[in-house]
């Protein structure tokens, strides 16, 4: 048996009842915060361009795109679906990054509505799928160019592998649905910063939910194409693939709990939560008011994606500089940090002209702030571990915080809180559709 087809075998063998208990409620707390994810997304100004081109592009009523207020068919809706997941960057993020929920969710999540599956199948598809996705980029990272995106190297696999789970499809089914979803990756770095970014997970979604239709047709693909000399490994990482992390051990570990997840606090790229952790520390425990600071000086691992200036709003998300400006000016970082109103706004422009990111970092790896005061004083602070992450992580308490800010962009507090009860209790909801019918419904703003 090759390695492509040690995986599809896991993937249709698998089953909930094999489940160990912490990775199910693992999977229910990054699922919660996935669906949070879409609903808040689902509101921004690409969201707006996404749901009426899906919208404009018709299609069978079959799944819902959540915040608008229509079906269309899964693949179109899984696509939607995951831009709005991935494009505050607030989803969380494994080990190595991947963005395996807003690949896999909305793919699992718009199968299981047209054919009613139940919140058991939905928890083991995004199980399935996120432990598909992390593995292949697990053992792919050392070899990935800096111009792929991952999501849309890995995330197409992690997409199929969790629509054919909730499709119940048997080993050769999801071997074809692998063969034909590794012919579907791609996305450029280039792009990080813009709103094509975001259309990577969403592709992978969509893919995935394709790959998985077509083979439950019969469509046929390669049944080696992970390990073919002319397939995914030679053609994407050069044949540099570390094949016992995308085979070894399968059903042993799960990657949502071995090495576990990232809960983002921020709206933002990963690498900058420390970054806003560490401002707000610098800016409370010394009392700091904005007009004090003369200078600030971030030292970190690396400078981050987009430099001092960024293009927008939406590109501060990867900027050391604005993501540390905005936590001193407002004390506070949120989704409307990222708005081009506050990313051009005076007081901005004026504080990211005093802050310097040293991208040689401290040995220990974590990020300090200092500030050098008008007073002639310094002050400093630092983050190691930001709260959310899986060395520290948060609370259900602090987790429905940023749940609650989620959900309040788009939904009454009746539907929030039937949504969040719900998914807490996934594996008892017997219809997926039930839940998507809440999801679907329009955003107040469109209703």
Known sequence: MNETQTLAQFIAETQYETLPPPVVEAAKIAILDGVANMVAGSVEELAVIIGRYVQDSGGAPQASVVGWGYRTNPPAAAFANGVFGHCLDYEIQGFPPTHGTSSCLPAALALAEHHHASGRQVITAYVLGWEIQGRLRAASAPATAPGHHPPGLVGPLGGAAAAAKTLGL???????????????????????????????????????????????????ASHEVLESPVGYAAALFGGNFNWDAATGGLGASWR???????????????????????ALNLREENG????????????????????????????????????????????????????????????????????????EGPESGATQATALLKNGSAVSAEC????????????RDERLVKLHDCFNQAMSGADTQRTIEMLEDLENVADAADLMAILGQAAAQRS
């Open 170 to 220: 048997d080993a050769e089914q999801t071997l074809m649905a692998l063969g034909i979803a590794a012919s579907r990756t791609g996305g450029l770095t280039a792009n990080t910063g813009t709103m094509v970014k975001s259309t990577h997970p969403g592709n992978a979604a969509r893919m995935g939910a394709e790959a998985a239709i077509l083979a439950s047709m019969g469509y046929t």
């Open 256 to 278: 949502l709990t071995d090495p576990g997840f990232d809960i983002k606090r921020f709206p933002a790229q990963v690498y900058m939560q420390n970054v806003i952790e560490a």
């Open 288 to 359: 700091l008011e904005p007009g004090a600071i003369e200078q600030v000086t971030i030292r970190r691992r690396g400078r981050g994606h987009s430099g001092p200036v960024p293009r927008s709003g939406l590109d501060g998300k990867f900027s050391v500089e604005y993501c540390a400006a905005a936590a001193l000016l407002d004390g506070q970082v949120g989704i409307n940090t990222f708005t081009d109103e506050r990313r051009f706004a005076p007081d901005m422009e004026d504080m990211l002209g005093r802050i310097n990111v040293e991208p």
């Open 384 to 395: 190691a571990a930001f709260r959310g992450s899986a060395a520290n992580p948060m609370s």
